[in-house]
């Protein structure tokens, strides 16, 4: 049972740059976020989603885009890289919205230069 | 406004030494529940416990207790007997469970504990 899988686990981009986070999970979860975190900040929440093609705003959604289309999967695209958004990002699943404990995948360490 | 403050920004202790995790939390929900993570030095996200606002029973989980308390709006993490093992980030989270912050896990910035030997 892979549980949540993320990729890349490190990644380095010019400012300017887009790319897409990976996030895969393989136990039919319904609820699936992607947080940052920062030194001496805790996680802070980018999106999340509460079913395939639902998808909302965290605390800190700018600079970020997400979409649902399966139940598995729930992608992080940054469209134009800046180094504010250098940070350990950290996708993670949970059976429902309320109050369930989540699963953490390994985590990206994204550096932007 | 932070809705988890953990004021322990660092702790350090030596082994066998008992220690408590501060966590107090902010919120207007009568229904909410209440997290502990635990992020060892290899990066990932244990889970450790989850409490709902109705259950203010407190628990013990072989060295690991926690004391939740309404009053106070606190859930308080004790470590028993501590070991180098145990070294790691704790992260205290609150999840609300209705209205429009449904679905948003808020954390607090974690406290940092190193076990001597």
């Known amino acids: 049972n892979a549980g949540v899988t993320q990729t890349p686990k490190f990644q380095v981009l010019k400012t300017g740059q887009s790319m897409t986070l990976q996030c895969a999970q393989d136990m039919n979860h319904e609820y699936m976020s992607w947080y940052r975190q920062d030194p001496g900040m805790g996680l802070r929440l980018i999106h999340y989603?509460?079913?395939?093609?639902?998808?909302d705003q965290g605390e800190v959604p700018n600079g970020y885009n997400v979409s649902r289309s399966t139940t598995e999967d729930f992608p992080l695209r940054l469209l134009s890289a800046a180094p504010s958004q250098t940070s350990v990002y950290f996708c993670a699943s949970s059976y429902s919205i309320k109050g369930e404990k989540l699963f953490f995948g390994s985590g990206t360490q994204l550096s932007v230069l | 406004a932070q809705k988890v403050t953990q004021a322990q920004t660092e702790i350090s202790v030596v082994e066998k030494e008992d220690v408590t995790l501060d966590c107090v939390y902010e919120t207007r929900d009568t229904t909410y529940y209440l997290f502990w993570y635990k992020q060892p030095p290899s990066g990932e996200l244990v889970f450790l416990i989850r409490r709902n606002s109705f259950d203010e029973q407190n628990e013990i989980s072989g060295r690991y207790s926690w004391n939740f308390q309404k009053s106070t709006s606190s859930f308080n993490f004790t470590i028993t007997a501590s070991q180098v093992v145990d070294s790691a980030v704790y992260f205290c989270?609150?999840?609300?469970?209705?209205?429009?912050?449904?679905?948003?896990?808020?954390f607090g910035r974690g406290t940092q504990l190193t076990v001597w030997p």
């Open positions: 989270a609150l999840s609300e469970g209705r209205g429009s912050t449904l679905g948003r896990l808020y």
């Open positions: 989603s509460v079913g395939a093609g639902i998808t």
